[in-house]
């Protein structure tokens, strides 16, 4: 069973850099065809895609973030790490790590695995 495990602060204040690691478990993040994505959701509201790291590691982006955005993996953890800086409280929200062979949606039926999500909230 694949499992996804997102880790990392849940309080930030604001102008610092975010950092966010996904573990995953019962599968390698270098499976070939795979990406492995971050997605946020604010408020209970609309899901947002922010990046991905393929399985070869290159690093995708959504253009409204990737002055702020850096993804990352560690193979030998089987790990991926968000990095966003010059975080706000627009920044506040509910971040998820997922995996599966599609990226760029923020549809949580289009990837195969899906963490449970991290709570972050940015200060003022």
């Known amino acids: 069973q694949v499992q996804l495990q997102e880790s990392g602060p849940g309080l930030v204040k604001s102008s610092q850099t975010l950092s966010l690691t996904c573990t995953v478990s019962?599968?390698?993040?270098?499976?070939?065809?795979?990406?492995w994505s971050w997605i946020r959701q604010f408020q209970g509201k609309a899901l947002e895609w922010m990046g991905a790291?393929?399985?070869?590691?290159?690093?995708l982006y959504t253009p409204s973030l990737i002055s702020r955005t850096s993804v990352s993996s560690d193979t030998s953890k089987n790990q991926f790490t968000l990095q966003l800086s010059a975080v706000t409280p627009e920044d506040t929200g509910v971040y998820f790590c997922?995996?599966?062979?599609?990226?760029?949606?923020?549809?949580?039926?289009?990837?195969?695995?899906w963490g449970q999500g991290t709570q972050v909230t940015v200060s003022s």
């Open positions: 997922a995996g599966g062979v599609i990226w760029g949606s923020a549809r949580r039926s289009d990837y195969e695995y």
């Open positions: 019962g599968d390698s993040i270098t499976k070939t065809g795979y990406h």
């Open positions: 790291i393929s399985y070869g590691g290159k690093a």
